[in-house]
């Protein structure tokens, strides 16, 4: 058993509140990923499971044990850092065998579960060299190698890809994956990357100034955001967002009418609705939704186009100032100044109250 | 062009730096090979007397003796004070708080107090405890130096905090982290502060003065010192025991050079 | 609770640590107070001969001429060695190269050498040049220290040097860069670097001493060395002589106090 | 007139050569980046045409005039650097009028041209602020400033953006897009983000070890590389490379087969060719040129979905090891191990020689 509970766990530094309650529950096996802004929360979390940071109130339980008070090599953790952290003075054997080291394991024993580790992940040939003789790449594999010898319940990662090249990045990401499904156990992994998230994650947690703003598999985080800002930062590139007031609402629909687009009006199939008349809101359009089709539209004059090859982003307004994003693949003929029609359905679009939380 | 001038003028400056620097060495060196009236005269040009002035100096002082108690008491000192300074240092970099802050800031303070305006209570606290004469109370102050503490604290600042991290995650205690990760990771760091720290010992001269009494207990640099303030000193022999005296000081900087410069300057790229 | 235990224990060790080095000073700041034979028995409480010791010390030595000499000397040596010893760390650090190094790491090697090895040479060039008795002599050999160009060095690593390559394109030239971006960015390093250096130079014994010898010409320092070599020293008199003597560089240290730790330490996260 | 222009340019750093002869021309007015992985010598080659590095041989000119021992200030360029390089003893104000001041203008003169360009960049507000209490964005937009009033023939940009999160990387890369419109100067820009110097330049200079590796426009660089370090560099996610033998050429077509694809044919429209029965050749296939049409195809299995939300990622191999990645919107369903034909036009496909050159 190794899954891990969360009750209203809170951190201060002094009288600065880092994390702000937090409940969650993970369950074994799960490859969870804490993602935000920098200054979220996200790390402190982290190393608060890990025992590495003192928890100010609430519990952290493992496997169904409370670890408040434990050491982090009591915990059943193993953690990868950022930074590695590989022990620049011993080589790659010694750094893999050094928690059994300290654990009293005999010799032979270790030798034997160094090895068997380092088969799997292709070291063997670089166990007699010390870290600054790896490359980038090499050295977050022995961290996790390290990680790994441990035997854990519960692996930890804080931000392990972020000082890889873009290239090995990937390659790193798919390598994560393989060895998650082989490995099977409890992933927890910190990044500031969206991408890196959804690409990664069973469930997504994202953070926001010491708090939980929405947990989710990554394709529910992205097609149903409960809040504005989830919906801001998560997707690539970022959502569209534009002020709208309401019109009239129904039982079965909702119009909304948007002043920076000469108050042109659009239904929603909304069947009930917290909105009264006259409520500022705002609506939510992906870069990806705009097409031919779609009963919406916006008559917009493209003002930047940025092309990918694959695909291209245009930025277009209607002269407000504003600037909408279009994701397309099909816009390598499109040049600035150009009018054109930006189609869509607003059964996709995402409707948020003017505090930011989600209608619908 | 303009550069590269700039370039000239500036080796040029520091190889007159360089050169001012060595030069009393090069002729203290060719003094001891000089006797006392050439000395005196500026002669700047090695003469033939560095055998006699060798054999006047074994007849003066015994050599052996004092050798022996200078390194005696340069190899503790420096121990002790490595360990004291270096777990001080990491206390105050890796513990840091506002309180500590402020401990560190008054120690700071202290260090703009000649030691010696210290000299006299400690010579009191000295006899108190019996110590006058003895090698022990010639060490005991040199221990907590501050200026060290401070040099220790500064280099923690490049030990990286992740380290100690994935330590504690590998199951090592505070004491263990020191020993295992920290020691073995800023061995350069130690390098430095060892030739610092001996040198500073071996060359001690005020608070030895004061303590050891007998010439039994002296040490070469206090020798060396008797020697300059007698009433006709021989300049000769003088320079032959300041070269000898030098020498076990220069011998651990070029043992220890390539940590030293290591750990004080990081390599060319 | 385990590590609470273990910080609770650092910190009485830290403070165990600061009142180890702050008790002599506060021994010192009583004894000022005391009459000889009180402070000889050690007795470590206030007493009331504060204004006698002070009024003895008067009749004995001109303070105003000790502290004028004093202060024109670490004044001078300071703004001197601030102006040669930055320059030299700049151009090391900045004009890199491996000719550099090799010559750095000789002047390195020359801190090596006990300064008591070469005042001999020193004195002789001294009296060539005619500046025996005079604050010249005193301020000439301390202006191009190794260890504060090496200070200064080490503080260069942390310019940035992206400053440099904006202000080569904003048209500065090498010496407008040094003076107009290099001196302000760094001016916390100066603070710190003119507390050691004026500490140095006013707390300086063994050079004067050699170098002045009518009383007109001596500093604070070697008056107060005078008054404890007495026959039968005055150790009250000598312990106000020894806290006055102390009070400037003390002053310094306050007003230059955040400056100085903000050069050498950071502030707290 | 800011043309610049490149003859056979070089530079050793003892007997280490980093610029391998460049030639370069660089039209008044062209927005040029520098791209290539750490190491390539994009950076160097800016600082020589700034002149913050001394050219060992060749001839470096800046509007018709060789600048090779002219001093950076004298140029007619001006710099953006990575950390923004702001004097952090002066103001705002101060910084940007830093260089006019050294030049000797008059004070009421740099006050007028410094608050010009301020407002233009909406820096009004932050005048007499030190850059320590800016954010990052806003040190960029002074940096920019100081730039900007020197009024530069040609402006050099170092990684400029490298050091902002990511939104802000977008928003400030549509801004840099704007500034060069108004500006109308030469823009010279070095990064090593292949999707910067695609989203940015009017000509991409690709780098490699010293040597220009392409020249061109970016879609020109994406759709036609003329070897496989462009093609594998521009481009993502990263183009899959597959081994093949030619099997016959005629005038018309070349037949290759694949090995590690159970030596499956397929039949490129070539006319001409230096290839010859026998030789070992790649082919090159983007992650996008996959889809349920096209003549070739593979029989793969999916070994791993990333969802970014609007596109897909699917990793697939046919069990050799080997995997291809294909860039897809409507992946949603797929699962791992499902197996599916990918199928492509064969006249999309990139070949290289085996040495790497781009045969068509």
């Known amino acids: 058993m190794s899954d891990l509970n969360l009750r209203d766990v809170r951190k201060s530094f002094g009288s600065f509140e880092v994390i702000k309650g937090v409940n969650l529950d993970i ?19 982290l190393r608060m499971i890990a025992g590495l ?39 790659v054997r010694e750094n893999m065998g050094f928690a059994l080291r300290f654990a009293g394991v005999e010799k032979d024993a ?42 854990p319940e519960v692996f930890l990662f804080d931000e392990p890809l972020s000082n890889l090249d873009a290239e090995l990045r990937v390659h790193m990401r798919i390598e994560l994956a393989r060895l998650h499904k082989t490995l099977a156990t409890t992933v927890i992994y910190v990044t500031h990357d969206q991408v890196e998230a959804m690409t990664l994650a069973d469930k997504i947690v994202v953070m926001r100034e010491g708090v939980v703003a929405q947990v989710g598999s990554p394709l529910d985080v992205y097609d149903n955001p409960d809040n504005m800002f989830v919906a801001g930062f998560i997707g690539s590139p970022k959502i569209n967002f534009v002020k709208g007031v309401v019109d009239s609402a129904s039982k079965t629909k909702l119009k909304v009418t948007l002043p920076s687009y000469n108050n042109s009006a659009f239904d929603f199939p909304i069947t009930a609705s917290a909105l ?12 990806q939704y705009f097409g031919t089709g ?59 109250t003017e505090a930011g939380e989600r209608v619908r | 062009m303009n550069r590269r001038l700039h370039r000239i003028m500036i080796y040029t400056m520091l190889s007159i730096a360089a050169f001012v620097s060595v030069f009393p060495f090069l002729w203290l060196i060719v003094g001891a090979t000089n006797i006392s009236p050439d000395i005196l005269s500026g002669k700047a040009t090695p003469g033939h007397a560095l055998f006699d002035n060798f054999v006047k100096l074994t007849q003066q002082v015994d050599l052996v003796q004092l050798f022996y108690n200078s390194t005696k008491i340069a190899v503790i000192a420096t121990a002790l004070t490595l360990v004291v300074a270096s777990l001080a240092g990491y206390a105050f970099e890796i513990f840091r708080s506002q309180l500590s802050d402020r401990i560190f800031a008054s120690l700071l303070a202290m260090l703009s107090i000649p030691f010696a305006a210290l000299m006299i209570p400690l010579f009191v606290i000295m006899a108190k405890l019996h110590l006058i004469n003895t090698h022990t109370a010639v060490i005991i102050p040199t221990i907590a130096s501050i200026f060290i503490i401070f040099y ?46 001996f040198m500073a ?59 030293f410069v290591q750990g004080l300057l990081g390599s060319v790229k």
């Open chain 1, 110 to 151: 270790i030798t034997a579960q160094v090895d068997g580790v380092a088969k799997t992940l292709g070291l063997n040939a670089l166990m007699e060299r010390y870290p600054k003789e790896l490359s980038g790449g090499q050295r977050q594999r022995v961290a996790i190698g390290r990680a790994i010898v441990r035997k």
């Open chain 2, 152 to 197: 220790f604290r500064q280099a923690t600042k490049s030990f990286p905090a992740e380290l100690r991290d994935a330590a504690r995650v590998d199951g090592l205690k505070e004491w263990q982290i020191f020993w295992h990760i920290y020691v073995p990771v800023m061995r350069s760091t130690y390098a430095a502060a060892t030739i610092i720290i």
């Open chain 1, 27 to 45: 369950a074994s096996r799960e490859f969870v990923v804490f993602v935000g802004p920098s200054g979220c929360g996200k790390s402190t979390l």
């Open chain 2, 201 to 259: 010992n071996w060359n001690a001269y005020l608070w030895p003065l004061i303590v050891l009494q007998t010439n039994e207990m002296k040490t070469i640099t206090l020798a060396v010192a008797s020697l300059l303030s007698a009433y006709v000193p021989d300049y000769g022999v003088v320079m032959v025991a300041t070269t000898l005296a030098t020498l076990p000081t220069l011998f651990i900087f070029f043992v220890l050079q390539k940590q």
């Open chain 1, 294 to 352: 779609g009963k919406q539209k916006f008559n917009l004059t493209v003002e930047l186009v940025e092309h990918l090859g694959g695909e291209s982003f245009v930025y277009a307004g209607n002269g407000s100032g504003e600037l909408l994003t279009i994701a397309t693949q099909s816009a390598r003929g499109i040049k600035s100044g150009e009018k054109f029609e930006a189609r869509f359905d607003a059964s996709k679009a995402l409707l948020f």
């Open chain 1, 276 to 287: 009264k008349v006259g409520d500022s809101v705002v609506i939510g359009l992906r870069p």
């Open chain 1, 53 to 91: 940071e003192d928890i100010s109130s609430g519990d952290i339980s493992i496997g169904g044990k409370r670890v408040n008070d434990l050491d982090p090599s009591k915990r059943g953790i193993a953690m990868v850092f950022q930074s590695y952290a590989l022990y620049p003075h011993l080589t």
